[in-house]
């Protein structure tokens, strides 16, 4: 995983766990979306679609998402 990390310019920042469930949730940052979406494309990863299912949502800081909210001038 860290090499395909390396290669798209991702970072995994952590990993959590709720095993009563069977959920985990993983944190990249990552350049672009597209390059989190080659990198999660990667047959290593792809793989893991057999057993696995995984839904992404984008996340930014409050700062990041108040510039998105002001109005254009």
Do not use: H
């Not at 949730?25 to 597209?34: I, K, L, M, N, R």
């Not at 990667?42 to 057993?51: D, M, T």
Request: with cysteine; proline share 7%.
């Amino acid at each position: 995983m860290r090499e395909i990390e390396k290669k798209y310019g991702c970072k995994s920042l952590g990993s959590w766990a709720i095993p009563n469930e069977q959920l985990s949730f993983d944190v990249f940052e990552a350049p672009s979306s597209e390059a989190f979406q080659k990198a999660m494309m990667e047959p290593p990863i792809l793989s893991l679609g057999a057993y696995e299912t995984a839904e992404v949502k984008a996340a930014m800081n409050m700062e990041e998402a108040m510039k998105m909210l002001k109005p254009a001038k």
